[in-house]
């Protein structure tokens, strides 16, 4: 295993949302514009981070028949860290994605990787692996966030610069309404479904 | 405690605010679990059953343990526990009395413990500041709102497995086209509830 391919396993073969399909409810639902979608990538990159590192070195005085619920206590902790730092530092961030922040100690994601990558491998390695699946993460949360905001709004706002502006009808809402959502994870699923059965079919 | 009639707090947790198709909680058992009417049902029986006493349970411990003690920042661990703990008892007693409920339940409990929807009726309840009955009814409705949409899911999703489409459309993709034409509906038609 070399670092960084293992790095960008986490953003290609196994990418949390195209790979393995974990952790839709935050794809989703904070996904309204490219700056929600980054807020909520780094809170959960930072509990990924420190959820894998502890698992990671505790893994072999973890009994296991016990070892979800003291997984569920370890990212919980770090879960309650991010919820007090968005909550002081990071106000208008914090209400826009309101319970979603606290709702990652539920996500997939988190307890997926340490139950499969970190409860198996050394620190280093869960470190990288945390990073790169945090990576992944991030890149479908800002596409998905870009294709809703645009498509939604007309233009992309990010930390109050304007990246791109479309001349379209602001009353016409629905890409940034839930069932805009929706139809966007369905379509980009449906892409990468066709490139891989495509590159298959290449015997790739 | 906030001034709000019981019957809104319904149709809020029923339609207006559907878990599934308008605040995205519990999406993971929407496209897992989706792909036969029974498990659906089953799923969505143990959902509202978790919910309600989920709803109760951490009402209780929220008000009458952390809030006296002055240790708020503990929720979210606590409420995890909670949640854990009950679906353990729930699953005891469920297998101890009622054996039948059990075998057609029993499965889906598990799975709840990590379900984001159940965690997310804990949290809204103490984020809107409702009461004990306010809480519990939310709790409820939550749950019904959630059952509904998923037994929708899955009709349309067994009647549409004979359907001619694209191979790279089956499955997820399709689950998701699905769920745009319900949420659609969900968001023109409950948002002009005038509540």
Redesign the interface.
């Known amino acids: 295993m070399d670092p960084l391919s293992e790095y960008i396993r986490g953003i290609t073969r196994d990418n949390p949302i195209f790979g393995l399909?974990?952790g839709?409810?935050?794809t989703?639902?904070v996904t309204t514009s490219v700056e929600n979608a980054i807020g909520m990538s780094a809170g959960t990159a930072f509990v990924l981070v420190f959820a894998n590192i502890f698992v990671s070195a505790l893994r072999k005085q973890i009994p296991s028949a016990v070892r979800l619920?003291i997984f569920?206590?370890i990212i919980?902790?770090f879960?309650?860290i991010v919820?007090?730092i968005m909550e002081a530092y990071f106000p208008p961030m914090y209400a826009a994605l309101?319970?979603f922040i606290?709702?990652i100690?539920?996500?997939?994601i988190i307890?997926g990787r340490a139950e499969a990558y970190a409860n198996k491998n050394n620190v280093f390695y869960s470190f990288i692996d945390a990073l790169g699946i945090s990576t992944g993460f991030l890149l479908v949360l800002m596409l998905i966030g870009g294709i809703r905001e645009l498509l939604g709004t007309g233009q992309i706002v990010t930390f109050g610069y304007t990246l791109v502006s479309l001349p379209l009808n602001p009353d016409v809402t629905?890409m940034i309404?839930?069932?805009g959502?929706?139809?966007t994870?369905?379509?980009l699923?449906?892409?990468v479904?066709?490139q891989r059965?495509k590159k298959r079919a290449k015997g790739g | 405690m906030v001034e709000k009639a019981l019957f809104a707090i319904f149709m809020e947790g029923v339609f207006i605010k559907n878990f599934l198709?308008?605040?995205?909680?519990?999406?993971?058992s929407f496209?897992g679990v989706t792909k036969d009417f029974k498990s659906a049902a089953g799923m969505s029986g143990a959902v509202i059953f978790v919910m309600a006493m989920a709803a109760t349970a951490s009402y209780i411990v929220y008000n009458y343990i952390l809030v006296p003690a002055g240790m708020e920042?503990?929720d979210?661990?606590s409420f995890?526990?909670v949640i854990?703990a009950l679906v353990q008892l729930v699953e005891f007693v469920v297998r101890k009395n009622v054996p039948a409920l059990y075998r057609s339940l029993g499965i889906y409990l598990p799975l709840i413990t990590?379900?984001?929807a159940v965690?997310?009726v804990v949290?809204?309840n103490v984020?809107s500041e409702y009461g004990f009955v306010q809480s519990v009814v939310f709790g409820i409705s939550a749950g019904i709102g959630y059952t509904i949409v998923m037994l929708m899911m899955a009709s349309i999703r067994e009647r549409s497995t004979f359907v001619n489409i694209?191979?790279?459309?089956r499955?997820?993709?399709?689950?998701?086209?699905i769920?745009?034409?319900l949420?659609?509906a969900?968001?023109n038609y409950f948002w002009v509830i005038p509540i």
């Open positions: 399909v974990l839709l409810c935050p989703l639902a619920p569920i206590i919980a902790t879960v309650s919820d007090m309101g319970v606290p709702l100690v539920v996500n997939c307890i629905t309404l839930p069932p959502a929706f139809l994870i369905g379509t699923m449906a892409i479904n066709y059965a | 198709l308008i605040q995205f909680l519990g999406l993971c496209v920042f503990l979210l661990i995890i526990v854990a990590t379900n984001c965690l997310g949290l809204l984020l694209p191979s790279s459309i499955g997820l993709p399709q689950a998701f086209f769920s745009t034409m949420s659609m969900f968001v």
